[in-house]
């Protein structure tokens, strides 16, 4: 398993910005397909953003898709969720995660991935 941290989350007023960042400890990160999920309270995990191991490949809920953007920069070892527009119901924690090794294609179910970050909190206030 790899060893994730989350960071970026924060308060922000609906219709703000924040960015994301991951990065695995330890391990080499273009080896690895990469995804966002969250959970609100009271709500199961949710699937947001998935991207491939070369970043050409990319996938969003629908619920994002216009307003999230999912990258990553394997030079700096590190994927970046960028959320724009950013709504009350966005608020939730956000889940860094990895495919196994080898694993190159898009995740989208939470049995696609085999490590996970601690979460960051996103709250977007009304």
């Known amino acids: 398993q790899v060893q994730l941290v989350e960071s970026g989350g924060g308060l922000v007023q609906a219709g703000g910005s924040l960015r994301l960042s991951c990065a695995p400890s330890g391990h080499t990160f273009s080896d690895y397909a990469m995804g966002w999920f969250r959970q609100a309270p009271g709500k199961e995990r949710e699937f947001v953003a998935a991207i491939s191991w070369s970043g050409g490949n990319t996938y969003y809920v629908d619920s994002v898709k216009g307003r999230f953007t999912i990258s990553r920069d394997n030079a700096k070892n590190t994927v970046y969720l960028q959320m724009n527009s950013l709504k009350p119901e966005d608020t939730a924690v956000y889940y860094c995660?990895?495919?196994?090794?080898?694993?190159?294609?898009?995740?989208?179910?939470?049995?696609?991935?085999?490590?996970w970050g601690q979460g960051t909190q996103v709250t977007v206030s009304s």
């Open positions: 995660a990895a495919r196994g090794s080898g694993e190159y294609g898009l995740g989208y179910a939470q049995a696609d991935f085999a490590s």
